[in-house]
């Protein structure tokens, strides 16, 4: 009994923290990607996030099977000249807000696809978060023109 | 009093019959019979596009002599650029795809600034996804500074904190005629619709 009550509370407590911590604030949609040959050096990833919550959050990191790393990216347009930047801070997620990875801007940079990425396919990408945790979704490879994903009204 | 009243009239008269005038004459040299052809964003006696020489993504030595006799469209960007290159070259295969056969008589062409990273082989594999009729071209430290000094083109390398490093680049397309002089450009966020005038405008112009 001694041994029980501790291990119990410690199960209850980690139980209770993980209820706190589902990923429920936070929804993914129009999640979507780039085709691209097996060879290409990178590809991109592209996302919706919006927090339902009352607390503010971030998009920490991000991972997948397809490609070796998964960084966070900016992409800025001064005078002219395309700069881009990792995002080592990652992207915040007030509270009540909805933020758009998209073409021009802030996108997942997926280094090193592991194989080539065919338009119609989905891949699997666990997104991390600071207090929503993992998350995971699937991109829609799309044609390797397009600007806006076909299902962009859903 | 009637005196004041006839010159007010008339001075009305001057100024509507000036503002007709104005109008119409602007009319004539800017949208009208003596406006010049849409495709010209630039003044053409601009000193953009000259020599240079690189290797094609298929491993062949190139200059800019192998591509006269066509119009050309060329921009600048790296392959390790997983967003503004990508959608640079989806437009250019969707421009393609709407100008059908037409599109043959134009030279496409993928220019790389990361003369460390981007070999023929690179240049091939990142090409793969869009029209086979887009060239890639790379080459030497010395022969990528030439050609972008050519095209006027601005591009630094730029270390980031994990070792690597990334490319900053100007980001317009570049068109020049089928002897090689500056016919005016597409900005990234003009329609297809005016790339394609603009297209167009350019292989009527030959």
Redesign the interface.
Known sequence: MRTLLPGLLAGTLALAAAAHAQPSDITVSLAWT???????????GYLTLRNRGANPDRLISAETPAARAVEI?E?R?EE???????L?DGVPVPPGETVTLG??GT?L??VGPTRALARGERVPLTLHFERAGQVHVELSVE?????QPAHAGH | MLRWIRRVAWGSVAVLGFLVLAISAGWFVTDGPLADRPVATGPASLPIGGPFRLIDHRGRAVTEADFRGRPMTVFFGFTQCPDVCPTTLGDMTALIEALGPEADRLHWLFVSVDWERDTPETMAGYLEAYDRRIVGLSGTEAHVAAAARAFRIYYRRVPLKDGGYTMDHSASVFLLDAAGRFAGTIDHQESHAVALEKLRGLLTSQ
Do not use: D, K, Y
């Open positions: 780039r085709a691209v040959g097996a060879t290409a050096p990178t590809a991109v990216h992409q347009r002219g000249v395309m700069r881009m930047r990792p080592p073409p021009g996108h940079m997926l044609a390797a023109g397009t600007r």
